[in-house]
């Protein structure tokens, strides 16, 4: 990593507050069409700038601009679900590169900058309206339409018979995971990217999902034992859970014993765990970019500690999918883009 990138990720998250004041102040200043929306549609705005800061910071940490490109791939679909004006995310990144201009020090300004570019290259390339995550040739896909249509209708009972039936049928509880669970979470959640849905009724279908889960429970844990131990846990700060339990989920079905540590789990926590239980293995996982810096610092913490048997890191999420090197960078012993992939790569770890 170079050492302007690093610099730049630091400084720009340290002044985040007072970048994403000016960035708004001047984006006022070159429209007058949010003035409408007063104090807290400003208060907004600003809300917003800091988000893009967080993500410009993240990606510069990680010396890869795809982090920051896929942040504002995402941003734009955002932004049109809110029926914002087509050019309100070009305006705001341009507005940020030329505060940069004046508000960075010369040695950073041009990597923050480029970084910028990278994000505003690639919007017109980018959807508004991102394509459903559920492929009509899918395996299951009619299972993965009919279970979160259940939901989304508040209908629990009825979406969790589903999958007991299938499974009671002979679908296999891993393509369940994989083909159903998985696929249908990312779908829910451009859902409520696009504005279809309310993060109330995301919630929803994920506490409904966890729920269905633990149903399947006594098929998962009768597995005969291998003896091998697993961590999972998301890090400090991270509150999506469900990818982590699917990761624990896997390894139970192989004979693992796992120890599953669900989302925001401190530090401390973490280590004294994988201590106490003489794991082989510690699986991390972040779903948001803007928490791969607590994944690193966990990982260095690791690194740090005096053990009697040092577990090996396996790290995966939304982040190392866009990033398939970002894992090495961050010091992880290997990474997986799914759960069936982590069973694979922790046999040879």
């Given at each position: 990593?170079?050492?302007?990138?690093?610099?730049?990720?630091?400084i720009?998250?340290?002044?985040?507050?007072?970048?994403?004041?000016?960035?708004?102040?001047?984006?006022?200043?070159?429209?007058?069409?949010?003035?409408?929306?007063?104090?807290?549609?400003?208060?907004?705005?600003?809300?917003?700038?800091?988000?893009?800061?967080?993500?410009?910071?993240?990606?510069?940490?990680?010396?890869?601009?795809?982090?920051?490109?896929?942040?504002?791939?995402?941003?734009?679909?955002?932004?049109?679900?809110?029926?914002?004006?087509?050019?309100?995310?070009?305006?705001?990144?341009?507005?940020?590169?030329?505060?940069?201009?004046?508000?960075?020090?010369?040695?950073?300004?041009?990597?923050?900058?480029?970084?910028?570019?990278?994000?505003?290259?690639?919007?017109?390339r980018?959807?508004?309206q991102?394509?459903?995550?559920?492929?009509?040739?899918?395996?299951?896909?009619?299972?993965?339409?009919?279970?979160?249509?259940?939901?989304?209708?508040?209908?629990?009972?009825?979406?969790s018979?589903?999958?007991l039936?299938?499974?009671?049928?002979?679908?296999?509880?891993?393509?369940?995971?994989?083909?159903?669970?998985?696929?249908?979470?990312?779908?829910?959640?451009?859902?409520?990217?696009?504005?279809?849905?309310?993060?109330?009724?995301?919630?929803?279908?994920?506490?409904?999902?966890?729920?269905v889960?633990?149903?399947?429970?006594?098929?998962?844990?009768?597995?005969?034992?291998?003896?091998?131990?697993?961590?999972?846990?998301?890090?400090?700060?991270?509150?999506?859970?469900?990818?982590?339990?699917?990761?624990?989920?896997?390894?139970?079905?192989?004979?693992?014993?796992?120890?599953?540590?669900?989302?925001?789990?401190?530090?401390?926590a973490?280590?004294?765990?994988v201590?106490?239980?003489?794991?082989?293995?510690?699986?991390?996982?972040?779903?948001?970019?803007?928490?791969?810096?607590?994944?690193?610092?966990?990982?260095?913490?690791?690194?740090?500690?005096?053990?009697?048997?040092?577990?090996?890191?396996?790290?995966?999420?939304?982040?190392?999918?866009?990033?398939?090197?970002?894992w090495?960078?961050?010091?992880?012993?290997?990474?997986?883009?799914?759960?069936?992939?982590?069973?694979?790569?922790?046999?040879?770890?």
């Amino acid at each position: 990593m170079s050492e302007n990138t690093q610099q730049a990720s630091a400084i720009i998250l340290a002044q985040r507050d007072v970048l994403a004041e000016v960035i708004v102040t001047r984006q006022y200043q070159l429209s007058h069409f949010w003035e409408q929306f007063g104090e807290a549609g400003r208060a907004k705005s600003v809300r917003y700038a800091g988000y893009h800061l967080t993500y410009l910071s993240e990606a510069l940490a990680a010396s890869d601009p795809t982090l920051f490109v896929e942040y504002v791939t995402w941003a734009k679909a955002l932004f049109a679900g809110l029926k914002f004006p087509d050019d309100t995310l070009t305006q705001s990144l341009e507005c940020m590169r030329a505060v940069f201009q004046t508000a960075l020090p010369e040695n950073v300004r041009a990597v923050a900058c480029a970084y910028v570019q990278a994000g505003l290259d690639a919007l017109p390339r980018a959807p508004a309206q991102p394509t459903s995550f559920i492929a009509p040739d899918a395996p299951l896909a009619d299972l993965a339409r009919a279970y979160p249509d259940a939901l989304l209708r508040g209908e629990r009972a009825t979406a969790s018979q589903l999958i007991l039936d299938a499974v009671e049928h002979g679908t296999s509880v891993k393509d369940i995971y994989l083909h159903v669970f998985q696929c249908t979470q990312r779908e829910i959640g451009r859902l409520w990217q696009t504005n279809q849905i309310s993060v109330a009724q995301e919630h929803y279908c994920t506490a409904a999902t966890q729920v269905v889960m633990s149903q399947l429970y006594p098929r998962i844990f009768s597995t005969a034992r291998t003896g091998h131990k697993l961590v999972v846990t998301c890090v400090s700060g991270e509150l999506h859970e469900i990818g982590a339990r699917m990761v624990a989920d896997f390894f139970e079905m192989e004979g693992w014993d796992t120890y599953f540590l669900g989302a925001n789990t401190p530090t401390e926590a973490i280590l004294r765990t994988v201590e106490e239980r003489s794991a082989d293995v510690l699986a991390i996982s972040a779903t948001m970019t803007f928490h791969v810096r607590h994944v690193a610092d966990l990982i260095e913490r690791v690194r740090m500690t005096r053990w009697a048997k040092p577990p090996r890191v396996l790290v995966g999420g939304y982040p190392f999918n866009l990033s398939p090197t970002l894992w090495q960078s961050l010091g992880a012993d290997a990474y997986a883009r799914d759960a069936q992939q982590a069973i694979e790569i922790a046999a040879n770890m």
